[in-house]
């Protein structure tokens, strides 16, 4: 993929550019209780990521250009169901001027260890719901943010490629990705699961080999600018506001 080339991004459609699931049916926790929690005493668990019960989340498809080809950063974050490993506590992943971090069943900010400069890790429990939320701190920069959940696209479900379209997220506006994307207005909760029943092992393009990872990668967007005005045979006989556009010389 060459920069400078448009490609569809979604843009979540909500306050704030926020993608969030306000109907959904279930509590966002059965269990309540935040996986920073676990004890050391609790041996590792290989978890994975299930596909889970409908959230409502309705996106649009828009038109963006990426500002380079590479982005701007790429983080891994592990997951298991034992105590998380690394040197350094947080629960913010800085990526350029957007905030990630991983988000419980009560949309607490969960507990992770930076395990090297691109590597986290987090402990978590199977059962629990998750979200990734992030936050964009820049006035006037955009960002595309493009996630896998076990090695699959949280969008198309398909392997994991730089290359595929992701989220959108304007200056100082937020967003949260709660599931697999499953329409333009429903995705399926992230719930841990044990690997055999990860979504990664029931869908063609998942292998369980992959399961209990994250991937974020954050790509800079190209300002965005107005399309060319175009003529109008009867501009009077328009009934309602046109979208903007640029004028031309």
């Given at each position: 993929m060459k920069a400078g080339i448009i490609r569809k991004a979604i843009l979540a459609l909500g306050l704030a550019i926020t993608l969030v699931g306000c109907n959904s049916q279930q509590p966002l926790s059965q269990s309540g209780a935040s996986a920073e929690r676990l004890?050391?005493?609790?041996?590792?668990?290989?978890l994975g990521t299930k596909w889970g019960e409908n959230v409502s989340s309705s996106v649009v498809s828009v038109d963006a250009t990426r500002l380079r080809s590479s982005p701007e950063r790429v983080v891994a974050i592990y997951y298991n169901g034992g105590e998380s490993e690394g040197s350094l506590k947080t629960t913010i992943i800085p990526m350029a001027a957007v905030e990630v971090s991983v988000q419980d069943g009560r949309r607490r900010n969960m507990a992770l260890r930076k395990r090297s400069s691109d590597e986290y890790t987090l402990a978590a429990k199977e059962g629990e719901r998750y979200q990734l939320h992030f936050y964009n701190r820049s006035s006037s920069t955009s960002y595309e943010i493009v996630a896998t959940v076990d090695g699959l696209d949280v969008i198309s479900g398909r392997a994991g490629s730089l290359s595929q379209s992701g989220y959108l997220i304007r200056p100082k506006s937020s967003l949260t990705i709660e599931g697999f994307r499953k329409s333009d207005s429903a995705v399926a909760a992230f719930r841990f699961?044990?690997?055999e029943a990860s979504y990664a092992a029931h869908s063609t393009s998942g292998d369980i080999d992959?399961?209990?990872v994250i991937g974020i990668a954050l790509f800079e967007m190209a300002p965005e600018r107005l399309p060319d005005c175009q003529?109008?045979?009867?501009?009077k006989d328009h009934g309602y506001a046109p979208e903007p556009c640029e004028k031309r010389n």
């Open positions: 004890t050391a005493t609790e041996p590792a668990v290989k699961a044990k690997p992959n399961t209990g003529p109008q045979a009867f501009p």
